[in-house]
């Protein structure tokens, strides 16, 4: 599969912004996932890029530079209920989202 | 509201059973997908289909088989299960390309005794 990185752990404190990155392999790019999984459920969409830059939506931002091939999730005042695993997956043509190892996130008081 | 929905949410086995664990989503969803996911692997893709009968490899499908008869059913075999097969599967579908999202059911923690 396809080579996507991204942190494995983070830590934040509430009210605070948090940035989680994401890098990919450009050979066969169509788009780029994230999800947010809190422990023992699905994961839930939370948003896709297709094009170049900042897709924003309430507290939650993802970027994308595909020439780059890098993605950035970004998390505004952090509340407790954000402590989740973010997975961020790469979208090709021809194949199913391929997902990187997923960064946990851990927001404390 | 959208359902993708997993037959067990827990199920232990022994090795050399043969196991299946099954999918069912109500959206009418053209792609359906099997994933497992470890602690520290993250999620792989182990088959995925696009129609009815059809079938895909994905990155680890050793020791694992699919079946899809019908549109909204979408199951995964495994021949004979081994304690390196335990793991939690998740099952996801979508319609339409590669830019529509993936729902996901609940997931089915499997241990191979």
């Known amino acids: 599969g396809q080579n996507i990185d991204q942190p494995t752990e983070m830590t934040a404190t509430e009210g605070a912004i948090v940035q989680i990155n994401c890098t990919y392999q450009t050979s066969g790019f169509n788009g780029l996932f994230w999800y947010q999984q809190h422990a023992g459920e699905a994961p839930t969409f939370l948003s896709y890029?297709?094009?170049?830059g900042l897709e924003e939506k309430g507290r939650f931002s993802s970027f994308l530079s595909r020439s780059k091939g890098y993605s950035y999730l970004l998390l505004k005042e952090l509340q407790m209920k954000d402590s989740a695993s973010y997975l961020c997956?790469?979208?090709?043509?021809?194949?199913?989202?391929?997902f990187g190892k997923g960064t946990t996130l851990s927001v404390s008081s | 509201d959208v359902k993708v929905t997993q037959s067990s949410r827990y199920l232990v086995k022994r090795t050399g059973e043969k196991v299946f664990l099954e999918c069912v989503q109500d959206m009418d969803h053209e792609n359906m997908f099997w994933y497992r996911q470890d602690p520290g692997l993250g999620l792989r893709l182990i088959y995925f289909?696009?129609?009815?009968?059809?079938?895909e490899k994905g990155d680890i499908p050793e020791g694992y088989s699919v079946s899809r008869e019908k549109k909204e059913r979408f199951s995964l075999i495994l021949e004979s299960a081994s304690t390196n097969q335990t793991s939690m599967y998740l099952c996801?579908?979508?319609?339409?390309?590669?830019?529509?999202?993936?729902?996901f059911g609940q997931g089915t923690r499997l241990t191979v005794v």
């Open positions: 289909s696009y129609d009815v009968k059809m079938k």
């Open positions: 890029n297709v094009l170049d």
């Open positions: 997956a790469q979208s090709q043509a021809g194949t199913a989202l391929i």
């Open positions: 996801a579908s979508s319609s339409g390309g590669e830019d529509t999202e993936a729902f």
